[in-house]
C-alpha cells in the first residue's frame, strides 16, 4: 500500500505509491530518498530534469496489452549520442515496467527472469546474433550510459552518476530487449528487459501533459534560440529542444550545444571551400506524400571507391509529432525514408519487409564531410559506417552499421518534380543524371500493359485465322478422282467451274493411293474465257515396311497447290502425271475449293504484334542492365553475364541517419 514520508532535506511529503519503489525523488528540493524497510535515508541530490520536449508526466495512465498502467517516476540519462527519459511505470496488478522515450520512438518493457547468461558486455558487438530464453535477436546498439537526473518513484537504489552500460536488441517482428550490464560491476548478473516498440497513440493514454486536468508542469522551452558561432561568429537559430548538434553553414564548424554556449567539436573547412550549400533552405517547409515536414538539417556524405569520391547528400526532416525522416538527394535522385523500429534479417535472397523481396544492390563505407543545422544526436566530421542498400524499386532499404549502432532505413524514390513543388526552392532543382538504384523501371508498367493488350491481339488474330479457314468464302468448287497411268499422254481435264469474284485464290488438295511408289502430278489451271493459264506441280510420294521388326513410312500421300490473283472467268484443269513406267494405275481425288488465308499472313500479323513488346522489353532489359551497372552484382561484365540484379540500381546513397 502506498507509503508517505517526510524528506529529511526540506520536510515536503514524499510518498511511495508501490512497493516495489525503491528510491523516489522530492518534488521540492530533488533530494533523492531510498527506503530501507520503515527508514527513509538521504542518499544525495539528483540533478534538475533536462527539459526533453515530451508529452508525458508522472500521473500519466495508459494500457498496454490490456494492462492499465501509470507513470510514477522517470530518469533521465545521457550517453554520446544525446539524453532520453526512461520512464518507470507501474501496472495495476503492481508490477512495474519501463517505457523508453527517446526522440519519436518508443519502447516498453518489463523485467524478466534470463534463462542462461548472456556474454560479458565488452564481448558483445552491433550486428550479432544472440538467442535469449529461447527467443532469436539481433543486437542493435551498445551504450555506455550514466544517470543524469530523475523525479518520481524509482524501482532500485539510483542517483545522479550512476552508470549503466547497455545492449539493446530487436527481431524482426518489432520485438525490442535490453540487457542492462549496471550491476555487473558489483557482482551481479545482466537485467534483462522485453518488451516492443510500440505505437504512441496505440497506448490510449489519459492525462497527458495538454490535458486540463495534468498536475501543472514547467513548460518544455521550445522557443528560438540566436547563438553565435564560436568560429566565426554567425548568427545560429536552434529552435529544436532535444539538438545535440549544430552544423554552421558559413564556416562549416560543428558545434554541440553547451547550457547558452555553442562549443566546437569539429571543422569541415576542407568540404566547405568544394561549395555544398544546401539546395533545399533550411527551415524551409513542405508537404511530401501526406506529410507536413520542415528541414532542419543537412548532411553531405560521400563513399570512396579507389582515388574516387562518390558524394551525396541527406537533409533531416521533422514532421509535426516530432518525428525525423531523411530527405537523400544523389545525382539529383531524390528518396524519403524513416529509421525503422525492427531489426532486419539479410538472407542470400536479400531482405523479406512489407511483401517485398529488396535485393542486394551495394556495400560501402559512407562517411560524414559536412554538416549544417539542427541534429537531435551528436554527429562527428569524418564519422564513419559501413553501409549495405537492399533495393525493390521503388523502395530501397539501408542498412548502417558502427561500432555502436545497427539502424535500417526504408525510403521511396520520389521524383525531384514532386521535390520541387513540395518545398519550393529558390533555385531550380539538378535534373537526375543517370539510373538510381531504386528509380523506377519507367518500361515495367507500359510493358505489363503491352502484355495485356498483345495477348488480346494474338487470341483474336488466332481466332479470326481459324474461322476463316473453318467458314471461308465459297467452299468446295469440285471434287473428281482421276487415274493416273504410265501411259497416259494427254492430260486429263476436270469440269468446268465459274470464278466471279474480282480475285480469287484457289486451294488443289490430292489424296493418291500410293503404296512403296511415287506419282509427279503438274496441274494447269486453264482460263476458258480469255485462254490464260496458271502452273503448278507437285511429286507425291508413300514408301512403308517393317524392318527389324519395326514398321517404318516416310513420305506423304497427301499435298497441296495454290493458285493466286486469279481473274474471274469459267475455268478448267488439265492435270498431267508422270509416274514410274512399272508403277500400277495411281487413283487420286482431286478436291479444288476457295482458298482460306495464308499461313504466312498470320505468321507475318504475329511477328508485328509481336515487334513492340520485344522493344518495349529490350528497353527495360537495358535500364536495368545500366542500374546494376555499377553494383556489387553487375548483370553483364567483362567476362559475360554476371550475376542476376532483377528489377533494381545505382550508387552510394547514404539513406538514413540514426
Not at 503491352?450 to 481459324?466: K, N, Q, Y
Amino acid at each position: 500500500m502506498p507509503q508517505t514520508a517526510r524528506c529529511p532535506s526540506c520536510g515536503a511529503p514524499v510518498e511511495f505509491k508501490s512497493t516495489a519503489s525503491v528510491t523516489a525523488v522530492c518534488d521540492y528540493c530533488r533530494t533523492t530518498l531510498i527506503r530501507r524497510g520503515e527508514e527513509i535515508a538521504n542518499i544525495g541530490r539528483m540533478a534538475e530534469l533536462v527539459d526533453l520536449p515530451t508529452r508525458l508526466q508522472r500521473g500519466a495512465a495508459g494500457v498496454w496489452r490490456g494492462r492499465p498502467f501509470r507513470l510514477v517516476g522517470r530518469l533521465q540519462l545521457r550517453y554520446e549520442q544525446g539524453l532520453w527519459n526512461e520512464w518507470h511505470l507501474l501496472f495495476d496488478d503492481g508490477r512495474n515496467g519501463w517505457l523508453a522515450e527517446a526522440g519519436d520512438e518508443y519502447v516498453l518493457t518489463e523485467l524478466k527472469p534470463l534463462g542462461s547468461a548472456p556474454p560479458a558486455f565488452a564481448a558483445l558487438a552491433t550486428g550479432q546474433e544472440l538467442r535469449l530464453n529461447g527467443r532469436p535477436y539481433l543486437l542493435t546498439n551498445l551504450l555506455s550510459a550514466e544517470c543524469v537526473a530523475g523525479e518520481g518513484e524509482l524501482p532500485f537504489e539510483v542517483g545522479a552518476g550512476y552508470a549503466s552500460p547497455a545492449a539493446d536488441l530487436r527481431d524482426e517482428s518489432g520485438g525490442y530487449a535490453t540487457l542492462d550490464y549496471s550491476e555487473a560491476e558489483h557482482g551481479g548478473p545482466p537485467l534483462f528487459f522485453e518488451g516492443e516498440a510500440v505505437d504512441f497513440n496505440s497506448l490510449r493514454w489519459t492525462n497527458l501533459r495538454q490535458d486540463t486536468d495534468a498536475a501543472p508542469l514547467p513548460e518544455i522551452n521550445v522557443a528560438a534560440r540566436a547563438l553565435d558561432c564560436p568560429s566565426c561568429g554567425n548568427a545560429l537559430t536552434i529552435d529544436l529542444a532535444d539538438v545535440r548538434t549544430v552544423g554552421c553553414g558559413s564556416c562549416g564548424a560543428v558545434l554541440e550545444p553547451k547550457d547558452e554556449r555553442l562549443q566546437l567539436i569539429g571543422q569541415a573547412q576542407e568540404a566547405l571551400k568544394r561549395g555544398v550549400p544546401p539546395t533545399l533552405t533550411l527551415g524551409s517547409e513542405g508537404s511530401l506524400r501526406g506529410e507536413k515536414l520542415r528541414v532542419v538539417g543537412f548532411l553531405r556524405r560521400s563513399q570512396r571507391d579507389g582515388n574516387v569520391e562518390y558524394p551525396w547528400h541527406e537533409y533531416l526532416l521533422v514532421d509535426g509529432r516530432r518525428q525525423y525522416w531523411w530527405l537523400v538527394e544523389s545525382d539529383g535522385h531524390w528518396n524519403l525514408g524513416r529509421v525503422l523500429a525492427k531489426a532486419l534479417k539479410a538472407s542470400p535472397a536479400g531482405i523479406a519487409y512489407a511483401g517485398s523481396t529488396f535485393k542486394h544492390f551495394q556495400t560501402y563505407e559512407a562517411r560524414v564531410a559536412y554538416v549544417v543545422g539542427q541534429f537531435p544526436w551528436r554527429l562527428r566530421l569524418d564519422e564513419r559506417a559501413q553501409v549495405m542498400d537492399y533495393v525493390a524499386p521503388p523502395r530501397m532499404i539501408s542498412q548502417e552499421k558502427t561500432d555502436q549502432d545497427l539502424t535500417w532505413t526504408a525510403a521511396e524514390y520520389v521524383p525531384v518534380d514532386e521535390i520541387a513543388a513540395a518545398f519550393r526552392p529558390k533555385s531550380p532543382l539538378a535534373k537526375p543524371r543517370g539510373i538510381y538504384a531504386d528509380q523506377p523501371n519507367p518500361h515495367r508498367d507500359s510493358g505489363r500493359s503491352m502484355t495485356r493488350w498483345l495477348g488480346l491481339f494474338v487470341v483474336a488474330a488466332l481466332g479470326i485465322h481459324f474461322a476463316l479457314l473453318a467458314l471461308g468464302p465459297g467452299g468446295k468448287l469440285l471434287t473428281q478422282d482421276i487415274t493416273f497411268r504410265s501411259t497416259d499422254e494427254e492430260p486429263v481435264l476436270t469440269k468446268e467451274f465459274v470464278l466471279a469474284a474480282p480475285r480469287n485464290r484457289l486451294q488443289l488438295a490430292h489424296k493418291a493411293a500410293l503404296d512403296n511408289n511415287w506419282v509427279e502430278v503438274t496441274a494447269t489451271l486453264v482460263n476458258a474465257d480469255t485462254g490464260e493459264s496458271w502452273q503448278a506441280g507437285r511429286e507425291l510420294s508413300f514408301y512403308s515396311g517393317v524392318e527389324d521388326g519395326e514398321r517404318w513410312s516416310e513420305g506423304s500421300r497427301k499435298a497441296e497447290q495454290v493458285f493466286a490473283d486469279l481473274p474471274p472467268g469459267r475455268y478448267r484443269l488439265a492435270l498431267e502425271s508422270d509416274l514410274d513406267p512399272a508403277s500400277p494405275p495411281v487413283r487420286d481425288r482431286i478436291t479444288l475449293r476457295r482458298a482460306g488465308p495464308h499461313w504466312s499472313s498470320l505468321f507475318i500479323l504475329l511477328g508485328a504484334l509481336l515487334l513492340p513488346p520485344v522493344v518495349m522489353w529490350y528497353r527495360r532489359w537495358k535500364f536495368e542492365i545500366e542500374r546494376w551497372a555499377d553494383s556489387d552484382h553487375p548483370i553483364i561484365t567483362s567476362s559475360g553475364v554476371g550475376s542476376d540484379g532483377g528489377d533494381s540500381g545505382d550508387g552510394g546513397d547514404g539513406g538514413g541517419g540514426d
